[in-house]
């Protein structure tokens, strides 16, 4: 005797409730893989912040600072004859992939690096100047259509000294990917350790990106 088959209306019902099933499940799937690449980015940021640290004990606490680039100089790894923070930085660290993360869709031929630096250290900046190392930002994830790899965040605003009430979220959102992690992204401080925060927090009730107040922005090119 053959068993009975499914009827239309049964397997229907049955991919009805499949779909149901998957639009469900979907969003929790999505945040906990959102969840794991803010992780895994943030411990790439505590490595960098070790290895910041490092070259600070190696050169009298002041900060990595980008220069010129001879031919041949090691500390330029793409070769575009400028050494950026992150590369002066690599001789600290053995995996270069550190330096990429999974959120970021952007050629890595063209951008090596997923984080770009508070500028503000791009100016020979000693570690003895940062009033708050703990709650001073020294790097973020960039934005993946930025196209540098350092944060002139002083430009925010139009006024100076730079104003906690007023949080520039449209022109940080084109330079920090300020809602990568479900409102959230990874910020690497002066102190070495990592926090996952909604940018508001990083401007109010203080601006954590001002090393040492009060003092005029910097002026210029970085070098």
């Known amino acids: 005797m053959r068993g009975r088959g499914f009827t239309i209306i049964e397997l229907l019902v049955t991919v009805s409730i499949i779909a149901v099933l998957a639009a469900l499940v979907m969003p929790v799937v999505i945040q ?5 690449f803010s992780y895994s980015a943030a411990n790439s940021l505590r490595q960098i912040g070790m290895a910041c640290a490092l070259y600070r004990d190696d050169h009298s606490g002041y900060f990595p600072y980008p220069h010129w680039a001879s031919k041949g100089d090691a500390s330029d790894l793409n070769g575009d004859g400028v050494a950026e923070w992150y590369e002066v930085l690599s001789i600290y660290f053995t995996d270069g992939r550190i330096l990429r993360v999974h959120a970021d869709f952007s050629d890595p031929d063209v951008r090596p690096c997923s984080f770009a630096d508070n500028s503000w250290f791009d100016y020979v ?10 709650d001073t930002v020294y790097a973020t994830e960039r934005e993946d259509d930025y196209e540098y790899d350092f944060i002139e965040w002083w430009l925010w605003q139009d006024k100076w000294p730079p104003d906690s009430y007023d949080i520039p979220y449209e022109a940080a959102a084109e330079v920090v990917d300020i809602e990568r992690y479900n409102g959230f992204n990874n910020y690497l401080y002066v102190d070495g350790h990592v926090r996952a925060r909604k940018f508001q927090h990083t401007w109010f009730p203080r601006v954590t990106w001002w090393p040492e107040a009060p003092a005029d922005a910097p002026a210029g090119g970085r070098f």
């Open 32 to 36: 906990v893989k959102n969840k794991a």
């Open 125 to 134: 900046i000693s570690e003895s100047y940062v009033l708050d190392p703990s």
